[in-house]
């Protein structure tokens, strides 16, 4: 039953809270167990996986349920708006950590090690032979010889491939205002179709990069800030693909109209989010 448009909508007490903590507690312990050789570790992985995707599909069908039901007006519609941008903005500072973490790397590490102008006789003293240059494996050639990921390979089709998505989704959110279901349906799934395809070129640039290139977690800081950043990139893509996927799904069963379809937006400001992240990327980890 609707509630009336200057009713706010309170939610009821829910168990999806504290099942999606157990299933992130169990990911967490079961992965670092894992990585420390412990036997049990990958079986508490998967449990805690599927935990969490019991309470993805169980709190989420929950909440569509309610939005189809008329429980929200336009101030729950704004609670959900200032929610989404306060998460996209700390899923900024996430990255910016990371690419923090880069830029200390190149611009400030690196020239110490080589001995610099204020640190004249680290590069004699400790590491002599070093090459203060970028990219690196840390003085002593730590992890062995590698090659680097060059940029206008994979990389660059990638990047076609996301901007591309971009549009595609654009011209899908200019459709749902029109109201034109066909058009929307058939560019919202090019826009996630564009999305997997980006991860299935990243998973062959990675087994390339680890089996061909000997480019490893082991190649010195270069190897662990691209594999951090690529790799948390493309969990950002993967899962953007599968909510776009979601609405694509409930674009078909006729959900949203062209005044109410904040979950598309959602979405669509989370995609553009992450196509912005791997120009980013694009150029400061593949080409400069």
């Known amino acids: 039953m609707a509630h009336a448009d200057n009713s706010y909508y309170v939610p009821h007490g829910t168990r999806w809270p504290i099942t999606g903590s157990i299933g992130l507690f169990g990911i967490m312990t079961g992965a670092s167990t894992w990585l420390n050789g412990a036997a049990f570790g990958p079986y508490l ?7 969490l995707i019991y309470m993805v599909f169980g709190w ?46 190149r611009g400030v590490s690196i020239p ?4 610099d102008s204020n640190n004249f006789f680290t590069n004699e003293l400790l590491w002599q032979g070093f090459t203060a240059a970028w990219p690196t494996n840390g003085p002593g050639n730590i992890g062995g010889e590698y090659e680097i990921m060059g940029a206008w390979g994979i990389p660059a089709i990638n990047t076609a ?15 749902m205002q029109a109201g034109e279901r066909s058009k929307l349906t058939l560019f919202l799934a090019m826009t996630f179709l564009l999305g997997f395809i980006f991860m299935g070129f990243q998973a062959y640039e990675y087994m390339h990069a680890w089996g061909d290139l000997n480019l490893t977690m082991n190649s010195g800081i270069y190897g662990t800030t691209f594999y951090m950043l690529t790799g948390f990139h493309g969990l950002h893509v993967t899962l953007g693909a599968i ?46």
């Open 45 to 51: 992985f998967a449990a805690g996986m599927a935990v």
């Open 161 to 175: 491939l996301l901007l591309t998505s971009g549009v595609t989704l654009t011209i899908a959110h200019h459709a």
């Open 243 to 288: 909510m776009l996927l979601v609405v694509w799904i409930r674009v078909l069963r006729g959900h949203f109209t062209p005044e109410k379809h904040f979950a598309f937006e959602a979405v669509a400001w989370y995609w553009h989010f992450v196509d912005v992240v791997w120009l980013f990327l694009f150029v400061f980890v593949y080409w400069l």
């Open 60 to 105: 989420f069908g929950q909440v569509i349920t309610e939005s189809e039901d008329g429980y929200y007006n336009d101030d729950v519609d704004t609670s959900f708006r200032m929610g989404m941008g306060w998460f996209i903005f700390s899923e900024v500072m996430f990255f910016a950590a990371f690419f923090g973490a880069l830029f200390y790397a």
């Open 112 to 115: 110490w090690l080589g001995g």
